[in-house]
Nanobody
Framework: VQLQASGGGLVQAGQSLRLSCIVS????????MGWYRQPPGKQRELVAD???????NYADSVRGRFTISRDDAKNTVWLQMDSLIADDTAVYYC????????????????????WGRGTLVTVSS
């Protein structure tokens, strides 16, 4: 299973970025998908996640500025980030709880969390 994140970059405060994350490889189903971030010198934190039914959950610091969405046909999750501020500077990681096929038995393995490599977002003030 691979999670390929993209869309990070350097922007000025007030501008927007859109992050994308595509999940691929031996997937039976993708459950909750989410974005986390790790600011410099700080711990990783949840930014937003979204369930299969589209119910979204946001960190207080981004609610009203960020929007998470998903397309299950494409196994893709996006994070639209508007009105960016300097405190949004971080490495952003996508994560998904995924059920995959067992290559040995042909059955299904229990769902577990998978992570992509981070994409750096830098907001200059």
């Amino acid at each position: 299973v691979q999670l390929q994140a993209s869309g990070g970059g350097l922007v000025q405060a007030g501008q927007s970025l859109r992050l994308s994350c595509i999940v691929s490889g031996g997937i039976f189903s993708v459950r909750t998908m989410g974005w986390y971030r790790q600011p410099p010198g700080k711990q990783r934190e949840l930014v937003a996640d979204i369930g299969v039914g589209g119910d979204a959950n946001y960190a207080d610091s981004v609610r009203g500025r960020f929007t998470i969405s998903r397309d299950d046909a494409k196994n893709t999750v996006w994070l639209q980030m508007d009105s960016l501020i300097a405190d949004d500077t971080a490495v952003y990681y996508c994560s998904a709880k995924i059920v995959v096929y067992d290559a040995n038995t042909g059955g299904l393995l229990p769902p577990r969390d998978y992570w992509g490599r981070g994409t750096l977002v830098t907001v200059s003030s």
